[in-house]
C-alpha cells in the first residue's frame, strides 16, 4: 500500500485530494499546525480513514521527523499562506510559509526520504502581469502580489532540487480553482455565499472589487487528479493545469445571482477598498501539455455548473442555519 502526505489537508485541495488518493487504496496522512480550534470542516467525513500528524512548514525539524517516521511514497504539498490580499498584510509570514516552506519540506526529504515523489502546488499568480496569452510553462514569470512572488520561489526551488538532487519534484501551475469548499475570503465563494444570503433576506447587497478582472476558474475536484498524474509520471516535470476558457468577475455574479432569479446588478456594490494594490487583469492557461501527456481532461466541469454547484450549496447551508 502506497503512502502519501498531503499538506494543507484541511483545504478544498487538501479535501479533495485526500478523497481521491483514499479511492486509490493510499495509505493517508495529513500534516496540521496544532491551534486551539483547527478547521476541520472540509474532512471532517475522512477524518476516521486518514492519519492526521502534527507539524509546521516553517519548522524543518518538525517535518523531518514526519518524514523520517511515515517514509511517505508520495508528498503533495499544499500547505500556503494562500490568500493574495493577505499577503500584503502579512507578507513576511507568506514569505516564510508559502516560500521557504517549500525548500523546508525539499530538504526534509532529501535527508530522510529522497526517493519520494513530490509535488508542488504552483500558482497562476506567479505570471501576474502576463506578458502572453494564453499562459503555458514556458510564460515568464511577472508576480503582483507577496504571496505571487513567495510562489515564484517554491516554483524555482522545487526545480533547483529537481535538478541538482536528482529528486522527483515537480510542479503543478494550477489556475483558479473553486469548490463548494472554497474559503470564504475568496471573491468566488464570497459571492456564492453572498447570493445566498440575499436570498434567504440575511443581508441587502455585496460589495466586491474590480468586477471586470478575468480569470481561468476549474473545479477543485478535477484539478487533484492532475497532481497525482503528475506524480505517476516515469519522469518528473512541471505542468500547467487550466481549462483554457476565461471569465470575468462579473459574468461570474451574473451566473450566480440568475441561478436564484435574481439581478445582481440590483445587489452587487463595487467598492474600491476590495481592489488590489496591484491588479492582475487577465489569467488564462494553455493546458495542452498537461492534456496531451498525462491524458488529462480540463473541461469535465464548466464554467456555469461550477458556479451554480457553489451557489446550490451555500443556499443549503443557510437553509440549514435558519432551522
Known sequence: MKKALITGITGQDGSYLAELLLEKGYEVYGLIRRTSTPIMVNIEHLKDKITLVSGDLTDLSSLVAIIKKIQPDEVYNLGAQSFVATSWEQSILTGQVTALGVTNILEALRMEKPDAKFYQASSSEMFGKVVEM??????????????????????????????????????????????????????????????????????????????????????????????????????????????????????????????????????????????????????????????????????????????????????????????
Not at 200 to 223: I, S, T, V
Not at 268 to 281: G, H, I, L, N, Q
Request: proline letters at 4%; aromatic letters at 12%; a negative charge.
Open 134 to 323: 494564453p499562459q503555458k510553462e514556458t510564460t515568464p514569470f511577472y508576480p503582483r502580489s507577496p504571496y505571487g512572488v513567495a510562489k515564484v520561489y517554491g516554483h524555482w526551488i522545487t526545480v533547483n532540487y529537481r535538478e541538482s538532487f536528482d529528486m522527483f519534484a515537480c510542479s503543478g501551475i494550477l489556475f483558479n480553482h473553486e469548490s463548494p469548499r472554497r474559503g470564504i475570503e475568496f471573491v468566488t465563494r464570497k459571492i456564492t455565499d453572498g447570493v445566498a444570503r440575499i436570498k434567504h433576506g440575511l443581508q441587502k447587497e455585496l460589495r466586491l472589487g474590480n468586477l471586470d478582472a478575468q480569470r481561468d476558474w476549474g473545479f477543485a475536484k478535477d484539478y487533484v487528479e492532475c497532481m497525482w498524474l503528475m506524480l505517476q509520471q516515469e519522469k518528473a516535470d512541471d505542468y500547467v493545469i487550466a481549462t483554457g476558457e476565461m471569465h470575468s468577475v462579473r459574468e461570474f455574479c451574473e451566473i450566480a445571482f440568475g441561478h436564484v432569479g435574481l439581478n445582481y446588478e440590483d445587489y452587487v456594490v463595487v467598492d474600491p477598498k476590495f481592489f488590489r494594490a496591484a491588479e492582475v487583469d487577465v489569467l488564462l492557461g494553455d493546458a495542452s501539455k498537461a492534456i496531451n501527456k498525462l491524458g488529462w481532461n480540463p473541461r469535465k466541469t464548466s464554467f456555469e455548473q461550477l458556479v451554480t454547484m457553489m451557489v446550490d450549496n451555500d443556499m443549503d447551508l443557510i437553509r440549514k442555519q435558519l432551522k
